[in-house]
């Protein structure tokens, strides 16, 4: 008896150890590497919700011990929470009610998660239980986990059309769902949501009445005989455009859109409203203040949406239907949120068209085997790629049509060229694509040695103004002669491999040239099917190496594939364009070369769409 009484404190202990490490378990093992999925931070409905999470502060996440410790006894308290991804470099800890170990997602900021199992597998009772959920979650509004891959469904939708009074917007009473497709609803959605957000914006973009008033085309830029011999200026409008303004410029056209729609049971496609002129800022700015002042998240836009839209969410329907809008190309800006209620990459979107200016792919620039050749002329950048799930639009240009436009339209007009090669290069910055700026010395060498052939702007000193500063004005004028003097235009890239330069000189008549094999992938709506036969194409890092020279490679091109490529560009340069109206108003006698790049982008997602599949399947 007296070795048994010895024995019960140890026994005791031991049992408490026990306990101790079952409910450090989830921590205390290896995590399996990778992200269950994508979910939101400040969003957690633990009695139906399918993910969620919360925000780490410094204190819990030094360590991953400490951040594992802190997140599953967060996840213990949620109802639904079975599955924690951690990130302590992120400081994110995301709950999950299901998760496939053996799928995790490793790719770019997923790699610094770690991913636990904190709750048991559940039993098919439980899974059934869970349909069941799934199923009142799905008629509240809330979305399932169901693949976004759907299906044709069993029998089609309703379609009627819409008899609602107009409110400034092009809706024809008159017009059926039949005759015009694709149909467009707007969320309505307060301008905060349009201008940055509310309190500390610094941007010169944000709220600027000057770029409402245009449109989101920019000042308008003067146009002579003088400055552009041969332009019918009275037929054509010339703007300053800067790359921010493409979502104002779609927002715009929507609301004057001759399909555009009151009645989200007849739409074909719904355009969300929310986005950001010029770079995100840390922390996030919001459209809107939350409960007592607080900051609002992301819930707060998914909540107008649904009771625009009967209660429901995008990805209720795979969310293929819905159009996103960015205004800053480039990784660092594309992957991250741009208000505190919009973050395009959110779950919840299922799987929309998010129109970049840059299509989504791996871009590194020049090829990484330049660095093996000789490692002084290029480091190159861990960030030179641009984010996957992407669907590229061109950029605003500067040459717009209006109601007054006629033929012959700029890049149709046929007149002499004073010059054979032109080059405007501006002032690159630090995150700038590796070899970028020993391609453009390469590109300025090559002009100056080729006076009488090549004219070179440089705009490396200009200063470069908010919307509306004269300097830019001025810089875009200059460009834009330089482009309509010559018959090739030199565009490397810069920040991107995308140009709004590519832009410009082909809507001047100037034929683009390109050093980089990304530069054709861009806009493959817009141009996919004739880049080639419109474009030249000088592998950038034989310019680089001095292998190549630029100027002598052009002059060595036949006349009879330059008119081939003009008249390449003439045929269909249209579709690369933005009209100032929508394009039902122009003049019926430019026939097809009505169709503008807004119409493209819209028809280019209607067929990417879900319903598009439906109509087709149906008819």
């Known amino acids: 008896m007296p070795q048994r009484r010895q024995l019960l404190p140890w026994l005791l202990l031991a049992l408490r150890t026990a306990r101790c490490i079952a409910k450090l378990s989830p921590f205390a093992r290896r995590p399996v590497d990778g992200l269950c999925g994508p979910a939101d931070a400040g969003s957690n409905w633990c009695l139906r919700g399918l993910r969620g999470g919360w925000r780490l502060n410094n204190a819990s996440a030094t360590n991953w011990t400490t951040a594992a410790r802190v997140c599953v006894k967060y996840c213990r308290s949620c109802t639904r929470c079975n599955y924690v991804s951690i990130s302590v470099e992120k400081q994110l800890c995301l709950w999950y009610s299901s998760c496939d170990l053996d799928g995790l997602d490793q790719r770019g900021h997923a790699a610094t998660f770690g991913t636990l199992p904190v709750r048991t597998v559940p039993s098919q009772l439980d899974r059934r239980k869970r349909r069941t959920n799934v199923a009142l979650n799905e008629t509240l509004g809330g979305c399932t986990a169901r693949s976004t891959e759907s299906s044709l469904p069993s029998k089609p939708r309703s379609r009627r059309a819409s008899n609602g009074a107009t409110q400034r917007t092009a809706w024809n009473e008159n017009s059926s769902q039949s005759s015009c497709r694709p149909s467009l609803f ?37 146009c002579t005989q003088k400055t552009f011999p041969g332009l019918d200026c009275d037929a054509v409008a010339l703007h300053a455009s800067y790359e921010s303004e493409i979502a104002d410029l779609f927002y715009q056209r929507a609301m004057g859109y001759r399909c555009l729609t009151r009645d989200v049971t007849s739409a074909d496609l719904f355009l969300v409203p929310a986005f950001r002129r010029g770079l995100p800022t840390d922390p996030l700015l919001c459209a809107e203040q939350g409960y007592r002042g607080a900051p609002s998240s992301t819930g707060a836009l998914f909540t107008r949406l649904a009771l625009q839209h009967g209660g429901r969410l995008p ?24 208000l505190c209620e919009f973050d395009p990459w959110d779950w919840r979107w299922g799987r929309p068209t998010r129109f970049a200016l840059e299509e989504g792919g791996n871009y590194s620039y020049p090829p990484l085997a330049l660095s093996r050749v000789d490692h002084r002329l ?25 109601a007054r436009a006629r033929a012959p339209l700029p890049w149709q007009t046929s007149r002499p060229r004073d010059r054979l090669v032109a080059v ?25 040695k080729a006076t009488g052939v090549c004219a070179f702007l440089d705009l490396t000193d200009a200063p470069k103004t908010g919307l509306g500063g004269s300097s830019s004005e001025e810089s875009m004028q200059a460009a ?17 491999v995308a140009r709004k ?92 070369d009505r169709t503008d790049a807004f119409d493209v982008a819209l028809e280019g997602a209607w067929r990417r769409s879900s319903r598009y599949r439906e109509d087709v399947y149906y008819s």
């Not at 000057?210 to 920019?218: F, P, T, V, Y």
């Not at 996103?324 to 190309?329: A, D, E, G, R, Y």
């Not at 641009?386 to 500067?398: A, D, E, I, N, T």
Request: aromatic share 8%; glycine share 10%.
């Open 378 to 402: 290029v480091a190159p950048k861990k960030d030179a790629r641009s984010v996957s799930g992407l669907s590229s639009v061109p950029y605003s240009s500067s040459v717009h049509l209006g």
């Open 501 to 592: 330069g590519i832009v410009d000189a082909l809507l001047m008549g100037c034929i683009p040239v390109l050093f980089h094999h990304g530069q054709r992938l861009m806009w493959p709506w817009h141009w996919g099917s004739w880049v080639e036969n419109a474009t030249v194409l000088i592998q950038d890092l034989k310019v680089i190496m001095g292998q190549v020279d630029v100027v002598s490679e052009l002059q060595a091109i036949p006349v009879a594939r330059i008119e081939h490529m003009q008249a390449t560009l003439a045929q269909h340069a249209h579709r690369m364009h933005y009209s100032a109206i929508d394009t039902a108003q122009l003049p019926a006698t430019l026939g097809s």
């Open 315 to 338: 990805c209720n329907s795979d969310g293929t239907d819905h159009l996103l809008m960015f205004t800053v190309p480039g990784l660092e800006f594309e992957t991250r949120e741009q």
């Open 186 to 222: 707007v969320y309505s959605l307060p301008d905060s949501y349009r201008q940055g957000g509310l309190v500390g914006e610094t941007t010169d973009f944000a709220g600027n009445a000057e770029a409402m008033a245009h449109r989101g085309l920019g000042p308008r830029i003067k």
């Open 424 to 448: 405007v290069l501006g002032k690159r910055y630090s995150n700038s694509l590796a070899g970028t700026q020993q391609l453009r010395e390469r590109l300025g060498k090559s002009c100056r």
């Open 480 to 496: 834009l002669e330089m482009y309509w003097r010559a018959t090739f235009c030199l565009q490397p890239g810069g920040d991107t």
